[in-house]
């Protein structure tokens, strides 16, 4: 027996790259999955399917990382369809690399709305659902401990907010037994 059957994941930006690699692992361990995209539901579908062809069963849901409202509403149809959420992989995120005198404030706000808002609301809404045995995964960046790359100004803060915003929750659910890492 796999060591995920009969638990629900859900994983946030996971149409491809590490989050669609996470996807498709926590697939193999048993667990239900859900992921979420907000381009490519070409790629998001093929997730799907290929978690399905190999047994497991799956679901893409369109939501912006950006848009609290969007993000909770895919937390809510996940729980709905699957009964519960007992993982949540906060995996969306993006960076716009440039100088950061010459990023706007626009392009500063689509960073904080991914990587610390969308992350904090999917979180949150998810919390409503998990009991004890509960895991939630924050995907950081070495950036956010120690920056080693220009360019990278705004997603280094937000990647540090993820970092501590983690270590302040695990502190908060520890005691409804539910993990953050």
């Known amino acids: 027996m796999a ?3 009969k638990k629900v994941a859900l994983v946030t930006g996971a149409s491809r790259g590490i989050g669609a690699a996470i996807a498709k692992r926590l697939a193999a361990e048993g667990a239900t999955v859900a992921i979420t995209y907000v381009k490519g ?23 912006d990382a950006e848009d609290v409202e969007a993000v909770a509403r895919a937390v809510d149809q996940t729980a709905a369809k699957f009964g519960t959420i007992d ?21 500063i706000d689509r960073v904080i ?6 992350t904090m609301a999917a979180t949150q809404a998810a919390l409503k659902h998990m009991k004890t ?9 070495c950036v956010g401990e120690r920056v080693l790359t220009p360019g990278l100004v705004a997603y280094s803060a937000t990647k540090g907010a993820v970092r501590l915003f ?16």
């Open 3 to 5: 060591r995920l059957t």
């Open 113 to 118: 709305g991914i990587n610390i808002r969308g």
């Open 133 to 141: 045995g509960g895991r939630i995964i924050m995907i950081g960046s």
């Open 41 to 63: 539901a070409d790629a998001a579908n093929a997730v799907v399917k290929e978690i399905e062809k190999n047994g497991g069963k799956a679901l893409a849901i369109h939501a």
């Open 87 to 107: 993982v949540l992989v906060n995996n969306a995120g993006t960076a716009i690399p440039k100088p950061f005198e010459e990023t706007t404030a626009a392009e």
């Open 166 to 181: 983690a270590q302040s929750l695990s502190r908060e659910v520890g005691k409804r037994g539910i993990t953050v890492n």
